[in-house]
């Protein structure tokens, strides 16, 4: 199994500005996804980090507005730039991992975020 | 693109009723997960799927992949109020090693 931590867990901002999110892993991994959760919905996946190179990003979602940053195999940031009250959501890291009943995804506790 | 539907959206259960949420894929699924997130929690791994028609169980939980691969479905026994949450299933997008989530089930059980 794998443990992850997310920093901050939750935190408050004004539109305009940005944050950035921790996301730390206890084992070395090799893919880190981001996802986000909106208010009531399911799971969106943002983007794939991999370290040593640049982050995969789904439709819908774009560096500038959410740069990631894969710097070992251990850890990632996720930022959410000129935020506005629509980016309020939860944010949450994921790595694989590989089980005896298959490979699940462990997932971070999130960071939840609110944009005024 | 590859979508993952769940019914219902919604279900609130007396405590002691049965619950059931099914996974519906319009494409052929590889595998099927399914999560359990509780209220404030992040989500957690239940269990995976891989054969056609296979049946899993976990205690009062019964996992089950349709014969197609393109369906899924959750059933809870006697439901206890441990069981309040959203169930999401998932799978793997087609030729990638991404998941996709359902949209989701939440249940509510009822003292």
């Known amino acids: 199994s794998a443990v992850i931590s997310q920093k901050p867990s939750r935190d408050i901002c004004q539109r305009g500005t940005s944050l950035t999110i921790q996301c730390q892993v206890d084992s070395q991994v090799t893919m880190m996804f981001w996802y986000r959760q909106q208010p009531g919905q399911s799971l969106t996946l943002i983007a794939t980090?991999?370290?040593?190179?640049?982050?995969?990003?789904e439709s819908g979602f774009v560096i500038d507005k959410f740069p990631i940053s894969r710097p070992n195999l251990t850890f990632s940031t996720l930022t959410v730039s000129n935020m506005s009250p629509e980016d309020s959501s939860i944010y949450l890291c994921s790595v694989y991992g590989s089980t005896p009943v298959g490979n699940e995804q462990f997932f971070g506790p999130g960071t939840r975020l609110t944009v005024l | 693109g590859q979508q993952v539907m769940q019914i219902p959206q919604y279900q609130h259960v007396q405590e002691g009723e049965d619950f059931t949420t099914y996974c519906n894929s319009s494409t052929t699924l590889s595998n099927i997960q399914w999560y359990k997130q509780r209220p404030g929690g992040h989500p957690v791994f239940l269990i995976q799927l891989v054969k056609s028609g296979e049946v899993k169980k976990q205690k009062r939980l019964t996992f089950q992949f349709g014969e197609a691969k393109k369906n899924s479905s959750l059933h809870i026994t006697a439901t206890q109020t441990t069981d309040v949450g959203t169930y999401f299933c998932?799978?793997?997008?087609?030729?990638?090693?991404?998941?996709?989530f359902g949209t989701g089930t939440r249940l509510k059980v009822l003292a």
């Open positions: 980090a991999n370290q040593g190179s640049e982050a995969t990003y």
């Open positions: 998932a799978s793997v997008t087609s030729g990638t090693y991404k998941y996709i």
